[in-house]
């Protein structure tokens, strides 16, 4: 396995240029889940913008329970601790976003540091050509009744070479050193996507989604495709997708009609696995 140049607090926070996301750090050789951790410091007091990093995870998860591949020394993952939250929109509306712009965030930081271009899928995939280079899996909770937190966690392949994937994983998979063929400095990265997440919460929190709603959806390789979407109750729906709505659900239209959902009717889905369907 490539062996690229280790995190360190100090490479970090050379480029660091966030005011309150990553100035309390934790960096770890291993954890078994950033997320885990940064709810159990988020529980005991921790504050708003705390990030955990570990080098490797041995429980690494991602949505629905999956599990997230998690190797030492090539990628990223890393959680961040966000609480007094909602205060100038309504909280759910606020929630709805986080997953979406933080995947946009993630994008927008490998164009910077990386000059690569990444895709999404709906709602917080990271595609390289057509093959998931990163995932955010956001949880939120409660330190009291007037305290939502929601800690946002990432994990980035960055300079794990394909042969290092599990066989499972080879053929849906990547990362962007796949592409570029070189390392990429981590340190730089990590600190270039804690600043492009600050920046994205702070434009929600002031002047809302408009504008990330737009640059989302430009991004979004969803749109335009047929899915299949897996919902709850073990429900399945066959529907071309065709937009984001102003909170975020992706809005279908179904290929057949039902009694469930006539054919005519423009839905908005707000959870589920979507599976992208060959043309």
Avoid at 21 to 50: D, F, V
Wanted: glycine share 6%; net charge neutral.
């Amino acid at each position: 396995m490539l062996r690229s140049a280790p995190l360190t607090l100090d490479d970090i926070r050379s480029t660091l240029a966030t005011k309150s996301l990553g100035q309390r750090l934790y960096l770890h050789h291993e954890l078994a889940s950033t997320n885990s951790e940064a709810s159990a410091l988020a529980q005991a007091g921790a504050a708003h913008g705390t990030v955990v990093v570990a080098e490797s995870q041995s429980s690494g998860r991602g949505r629905q329970t999956r599990s997230w591949y998690s190797p030492p020394g090539a990628n990223i993952y890393c959680s961040v601790v966000l609480r007094g939250i909602g205060q100038e929109r309504p909280l759910m509306e606020w929630l709805s976003w986080v997953p979406l712009i933080t995947a946009l965030a993630a994008a927008e930081a490998v164009q910077t540091a990386a000059s690569l271009t990444l895709s999404l899928k709906w709602p917080n995939d990271l595609l390289l050509h057509e093959r998931k280079v990163g995932g955010i899996l956001c949880e939120s909770s409660h330190a009291s009744a007037d305290d939502p937190i929601v800690v946002i966690g990432m994990g980035l392949n960055v300079n794990l070479p394909q042969e290092s994937f599990p066989d499972d994983l080879r053929l849906t998979a990547t990362s962007l050193f796949e592409t570029l063929r070189r390392p990429i400095d981590r340190n730089r990265l990590l600190a270039q996507l804690l600043f492009e997440l600050e920046q994205a919460l702070d434009e929600l929190r002031f002047r809302g989604p408009q504008r990330l709603c737009h640059a989302y959806t430009s991004r979004c390789h969803t749109l335009g495709k047929r899915v299949r979407l897996l919902l709850g109750d073990k429900q399945e729906l066959l529907a071309t997708a065709e937009s984001i709505s102003t909170d975020g659900a992706l809005q279908v239209r179904p290929l057949s009609a039902s009694p469930t959902w006539p054919s005519s009717t423009l839905i908005d889905i707000r959870a589920a696995d979507v599976i992208h369907l060959r043309e």
